[in-house]
């Protein structure tokens, strides 16, 4: 069997025929020559006339401990549907690539498995080749229909950078979570980029829209599909809930330091007198987690701090009942009784005088409307919040990415529904 044959044989190339194989330093190389006589563009217009002809090489799958190279002659054309002179597509590696398919699907698999370290000591490659690669072949396996019949989705933003650089992810509900879009930054002009591209007839169709208290992106809703019902996330409601405990403990704490007379702070050296083990504004600052951990993991300790709590008629035990009292919010058996038990409890927290429970019943009441949506249709961000934990992961997992292009396209890739296959024998 000649060598030709038996490349022929192994490569399995549609479209194309091995006239050559060459072993050098660098590798195999192995001829190929296409089987078409005239050139095509990638657009798939075919022209007769051809521009000029120049030598080309990509990087295919190893051939054991050796690289392997298939180098073919590529013609240049003038394609009248798009306008310019454009290089042929080739069948075995896609546009503007100079690696074939198989290599590259190889690579995508192994980024949505494994670290780019891995990836790249294991293939002999560079960061950035399995950058670009995994933006190529993201843009040919990501399903141009995903933003058809949404109609329940959430949105939410995730870090992925230091120096405030953020991430807007919209999620469709129904399909288990699955990333639809992901765009750079947090604004509102940025979910109006969104909602552009799923265009009128799609916003038209969005029934409930879950995202958090700011007004970024219920701003850019109102605007495009003010027909969907905006549910605000119980999470980000009990986040605010525990902000303003920890505001009420922290005004305490200074409130006991006043009192104890050690609010001001001596020059030179500090005394070496032994500072009591125990004393109203030390029990106050130690009181943080028994006040807003979930009850049912709080721990002998802990509770004994609240009983303490109770027994000296704290206002932080009243900022815990109220904060407890906002969570059977979303513990009641049926939800048409959501509305009368927040009404209930927005006019306890109005005359708590506690100065962060008021401002808390502000915004509480502001969001009235979007708090009762989210209980009645049983939505939240919490698949959003698991998905921003994943992509924080395949940053770490990255080293970081330098560019929002690349933390988009591997998002898609691990987190959009993409099945990359690996090549078999065709």
Known sequence: MRVTTAFNKLLCL???SVVTVQFTPQGVVVGVRLRRSGPRCPCGWRGRAVHD???RRWRHIDLGASKLFLEAEIRRLYCRRCARVV???????RPRARHTRDFEDVVAWLAQHTDKTTITKLLRTSWETVAAIVERVVDDHLDRSRLQGLSRIGVDE???????????????HDR???????????????????????????CAQLEAVSLDLGAAYAKATNEHAAQAQQCADPFHVIKLTNEAIDKARRAAWQHERQRDGRNTRTIGRKSQAKQPTSSPARTIKHTRWALVKNPDTLNDHQWEILRQLQRHRSVLFRCWQLKE??????????????????NWWLNWACRSRIPAFVALSRTIRTNRDRILAAIELDLSNSKLEGLASKIRLIN???????????????TYLCCGGITIELPTQR
């Open 14 to 16: 549609a479209g194309a």
């Open 53 to 55: 002809r120049s030598m």
């Open 87 to 93: 290089t042929e597509d080739v069948p075995w590696a």
């Open 158 to 172: 995730v870090s992925y950078r230091k120096g405030h650089r953020y991430l807007t992810i919209v999620a469709d």
């Open 176 to 202: 288990n979570g699955a990333v639809v879009w992901a765009g750079e930054g947090r604004s509102s002009a940025t979910l109006a980029a969104f909602y552009a591209e799923l265009g009128p007839q799609g």
């Open 325 to 342: 009292a906002l969570r059977d919010l979303y513990r009641l058996p049926h939800p048409h009784q959501a509305a009368e038990h927040l």
């Open 396 to 410: 770490h997992r990255g080293y970081g990415h330098h560019s929002a292009a690349a933390i988009i396209a591997m």
